[in-house]
DNA sequence: TTAACTAACTAACGATTGTTAGTTTAATAA
DNA sequence: TTATTAAACTAACAATCGTTAGTTAGTTAA
């Protein structure tokens, strides 16, 4: 139970389609081919469609979780802990891009899974959130809207995805060092 | 307050169709249950599918243009034009969060306007660009890289379509001075 | 009144969808 | 050798898709 790799095949594959086209729009038989098999054969390694969304998304989704879990209970000032959280997307995202696709746009065709998606998503943030609070009670944060700032930064780390691929000559450590001066210190001279 | 036409119902309530579940998933059939109609009737007041999507992402894609050229004709200081598009962003978003929905995820289904889209797009981001580095070398903004910048502030005004609609007490000025004030001089005290 | 128009309807079309059943082939294990 | 298994195949399924054709009822214009 350990042959995965013609499975794992299959995923990335789909991932790929799912990004270019949507989860919705790409069909059994366009993953077949670009796997160079009819659809009914794929049906050997996965037991559905909806089971290689499954797949790609909640293994990125907890992939987030464990990493932030990691960076709330460190000894980091809370702005060290916003550029670990940067470092965090960029290291993740840059490994799967197409997948993030999936994870940021088809999230809502989960069905089973679904529920506990969103209770991935929700904690995560509630603990972003929190870690922004915590900055600006001990002055290392503006005290504008704490949601202001959520929001701006994590529309920033989870459009990585569509950005990341365009960058030909990747260096993650240098993307995360300049993307966390722009956010935190903005762009103003 | 002029009646809206039938065929602007309609595209209303497919836009929010497709934010809620993107374009491929929802059917004719779907619209037409909201519309508390046939599918069939649909065809009364619209062409095709396609070209609900069509009047929903084009119309938006020239509100855009339209409000850029505006910014970059006038006699602002960068930093003043970077303000004056994130006011952009907030007041065409605000005005239509489904809409922007679509925009943003289901434009590669956009078929015989794709190229002219993409065309907009394109320009829009080299617009921004320009502005950037103008203000780069007035001194105005931070000589980190312009992809960065650029990457970071349109990620964000391009995400607020997510995050609009969840304050219910939208106050556009405010949002719009907040939001600049994080952008432009980041978080750190 | 008559004619034209608007906007709904029923019925159905060919194409495509995800998926299942059963079969075949080649490689590996006994 | 024989048996087993992995991984492909063909054929087909019921359901659903966007869309068309033709019809009907109510409203407006002449």
Chains 1, 2 share one sequence.
Do not use: C
């Amino acid at each position: 139970m350990k042959k995965e790799t013609r499975k794992e095949e299959i995923i990335k594959v789909a991932a790929a389609l799912f990004k270019e086209k949507g989860y919705s729009a790409v069909t059994m038989r366009d993953i077949a081919t670009d796997m160079d098999m009819k659809a009914a054969s794929l049906y050997n390694h996965i037991s559905s469609k909806q089971d290689i969304l499954k797949d790609i998304i909640i293994k990125l989704a907890e992939a987030f979780t464990n990493g932030l879990t990691k960076i709330k209970n460190s000894q980091a000032t809370s702005l060290e802990k916003m550029e670990a959280i940067v470092a965090l997307h960029i290291k993740i995202t840059s490994s799967n891009t197409d997948g993030m696709a999936s994870l940021n746009n088809d999230w809502m065709h989960l069905e089973e899974k679904l529920e506990y998606y969103l209770k991935l998503r929700l904690d995560y943030e509630d603990d972003i959130r929190f870690i922004i609070k915590d900055g600006v009670f001990k002055k290392e944060i503006t005290a504008v809207s704490v949601d202001v700032i959520l929001f701006s930064v994590l529309s920033t780390l989870r459009s990585l995805y569509l950005w990341i691929p365009k960058k030909e000559d990747l260096n993650p450590e240098k993307l995360a060092k300049e993307l966390s001066k722009v956010l935190i210190n903005g762009i103003a001279i």
